[in-house]
């Protein structure tokens, strides 16, 4: 390997990046793709608080992302060709992989998609409640906003539809557009960063109250805004633009309609729970918060109290429930329990508290009598297994609306004829159990086996899967991490080396013994991306996250623990490929560009190109013989988005000749999300493909006349 020193940096524990500018710029894309990411592809970005809070994300998280949970930003199904050269023309769809803001209040406060939703349609559940499908599939959308008071509608955010505020009639299925961040009407500038966030309808249900992002090259902030829910666009009012840096969102309304609650958090982690008056904006603190995650508030029906969420102390992370006057001037804790409890809101006559909990060991709906601010005899569960998140409102008849993650990513297989394209068998789906949360197929080396990794309830609940190709049997092996960012074998066919985090969040590659299960620590990976084995098994290739733009690519020494730099200029895409024999290194540049560098240092060459129409994915990966590569190839897409997008793979001999388009196409967000894996065979692909969305639900018949089981 190379003798040069690598001078960067490798501390025990990732620095994280601060702010949406942070972020974006790591992303290389603008702060509202970022943001648009997050909220329609579960982009991992963390909050100091709640749904209104400081973000902040993890850089090895973003690259596990981007690995397992891309889908399609500005990018539209068309053919793709290459040029008698031998450089494809065209440029594929971008990764995309949509996110919004405080949106995942649900796919960032949860995080995982659930894994198991309710089937769509109406059906019973315990003593009475039933819940009902409203909204089978919302594809693109943002599920930060609220129920009217009738339960007729609800508000959203579109990504697909560039981050504008939306309302969809829930009986009807129409949707209508309530901002327009392309012309600036409600933008106020006319900048291309501006878009909605959590809203909140009225109590009368004529006006919506909402969070507006605004962005420049100096600065970002937030609005809070005010809009008629008229039948035509109207410009909106702006109520209350904190102070730089810090973010407002809206809570809820009072019942009044004369102020809404909202919440100001800081990058300091610190929140301020606020009155804001739509009258003249005039901000009443009412409870100030130097911890944790800014919290979700409710208020009561009666106007006199707000319900909220937070860590009663600086030393947990487990939440309770607590209740304060309006005026600040007394406050009770009405849920205090060992378990994480998360506000959703009051029941229409005030009486009850709703909110959901893990103390019976999964998320379930609960409640809690309060009378005058106070608790009133023990919490009792009104819905098992049932996570409602923050919940979209509760409305005046007692429905509850929410929203729900569903995966649609299966692990395909497939076999092709790599000198003509096609197929020799068609693609399938062989795992049929604990479908949407599998991924990660990797074939053994001496072919006999298929091991994946697949996602069991709980965000940080893995399992590694080791399927026989001959009998389709399967074994499976606990993993004691936190996250998993990728698999391997070993040369031997009897190991594996598996990439992530511990269960104390701690960055490394650990081995693991198929036959027994056994794990093995074998380094820290703090800032080490896309890692893949040397031929000997002796050294690790990485990219360094903390240097600029990821360019950096380095080999770590398991015998001694020394690093070494590539030398090389390896541009800005940051996964790489590094070839059968080891001597080269395949990279995809500015998703244009397919080069080829050799290991022992060198600028390397282009292999093929693409022209501004098309873009090719994130991965490329080797044939076993060394003589070509795979490449997923799309058309880009812009304006709002009409069709699903459509990947193709293709052949890039390395000796120059022409590329060869395969058989092989999807028009599922996740194809290409992956890398793609080969058979020993060099024929057999595994590959993930499919895309998530969302969808809504009511929970009816909710009534609180008699507990249904005792607190635990």
Not at 35 to 45: D, K, N, T
Not at 249 to 264: N, T
């Amino acid at each position: 390997m190379p003798n040069r020193d690598h001078q960067a940096s490798h501390p025990t524990a990732e620095t994280p990046l601060q702010g949406w500018k942070e972020i974006s710029s790591y992303l290389e894309r603008d702060t509202r793709t970022a943001q648009r990411w997050e909220a329609s592809a579960g982009l991992p970005v963390r909050r100091q608080g709640g749904s209104g809070g400081s973000v902040y994300a993890y850089p090895s998280e973003i690259e596990d992302w981007r690995a397992l949970n891309s889908s399609k930003a500005d990018s539209k199904p068309e053919e793709s060709a290459f040029d008698g050269s031998g450089r494809p023309v065209g440029r594929l769809i971008p990764w995309f992989a949509v996110a919004g803001l405080v949106v995942l209040a649900f796919l960032v406060i949860r995080f995982s998609p659930i894994l198991d939703p309710p089937s769509p349609s109406a059906q019973a559940a315990e003593d009475g409640l039933r819940t009902e499908l409203v909204w089978p599939e919302a594809v693109g959308v943002s599920p930060q906003g609220w129920v009217s008071p009738d339960g007729n509608f609800v508000t959203y955010v579109d990504w697909i539809d560039e981050g504008n505020l939306a309302i969809r009639n829930l009986e009807t299925g129409e949707s209508r557009r309530l901002t327009d961040t392309a012309n600036g009407v409600t933008s106020g500038s006319a900048d291309n960063s501006s878009f909605a966030s959590n809203s909140r309808i009225s109590p009368d249900g004529k006006q919506v109250a909402y969070s507006w992002y605004l962005a420049s090259p100096a600065d970002e902030s937030t609005e809070l805004r005010l809009l008629p829910l008229g039948g035509d666009a109207e410009q909106p009012r702006t109520i209350l633009r904190p102070a730089d840096g810090n973010y407002a969102s809206v809570q809820d309304w009072f019942p009044d309609g004369d102020r809404v609650a909202a919440v100001i958090s800081t990058s300091d982690s610190t929140s301020r729970i606020v009155t804001v008056s739509l009258a003249d904006g005039e901000v009443s603190q009412v409870r100030s918060i130097d911890w944790g995650a800014a919290p979700r508030v409710r208020v009561s029906p009666d106007g006199r109290y707000l319900a909220y969420s937070r860590a009663p102390s600086r030393e947990t992370t487990q939440s309770d429930i607590f209740v304060v006057a309006v005026d600040g001037s007394s406050e009770s804790a009405i849920v205090k329990h060992a378990a994480s409890d998360e506000i959703v809101g009051w029941s229409p006559d005030g009486g009850h508290l709703l909110f959901n909990s893990d103390r019976s060991g999964q998320s379930s709906l609960w409640a809690q009598r309060v009378d005058h601010g106070a608790a009133a005899g023990e919490a009792f569960l009104v819905m098992p297994k049932l996570d409602v998140g923050p919940g979209l409102g509760i409305a005046r008849d007692g429905s509850l609306l929410y929203a729900v993650s569903v995966s649609r990513r299966r692990l395909h297989t497939a076999e092709i004829d790599m000198e003509t394209g096609s197929f020799i068998q068609q693609p399938i789906s062989p795992i049929e159990r604990f479908v949407g949360s599998n991924s990660r197929g990797v074939f053994s080396p001496n072919g006999d086996e298929l091991a994946y990794t697949s996602q069991r309830q709980r965000r940080d609940n893995h399992v590694i899967v080791i399927r026989s190709l001959k009998t389709g049997t399967e074994r499976e092996i606990p993993l004691r991490l936190s996250r998993v960012r990728g698999i391997n074998w070993q040369p031997d066919s009897k190991h594996l080396r598996v990439s992530g985090l511990d269960q104390n969040g701690k960055a490394g590659f650990f081995g693991v013994d198929t036959a027994t299960g056994e794990m093995q620590f074998i380094a820290a990976s703090a800032n080490r991306g896309s890692p893949q084995w040397t031929l000997d098994g002796m050294h690790i290739l990485y990219r360094d996250y903390q240097t600029v733009g990821g360019e950096g690519l380095y080999s770590y020494s398991l015998a001694d623990g020394s690093i070494e730099a590539i030398p090389g200029d390896f541009g800005d895409g940051f996964n790489f490929s590094l070839s059968p024999d080891g001597r080269q290194i395949a990279t995809i540049e500015a998703r244009t560009e397919i080069r080829l560098h050799p290991v022992e240092g060198g600028n390397g060459r282009v292999l093929a190109s693409t022209d501004e129409q098309h873009q090719f994915g994130r991965w490329t990966v080797w044939t076993p013989d060394g003589k070509a590569l795979l490449v997923l190839k799309g058309v880009r897409q812009t304006g709002r988005q009409t069709e699903k997008e459509l990947w193709t793979l293709w052949i890039v001999p390395t000796d120059g000749s022409p590329p060869i388009k395969t058989e092989l196409q999807h028009e599922l967000a996740n194809f290409g999300a992956q890398r793609l894996n080969i058979h020993p065979g060099g024929k057999r692909l595994v590959y993930m493909a499919g895309g998530n969305f969302d969808q809504f639900w009511a929970l009816r018949d909710l009534t609180f006349d008699q507990p249904r089981q005792a607190a635990e």
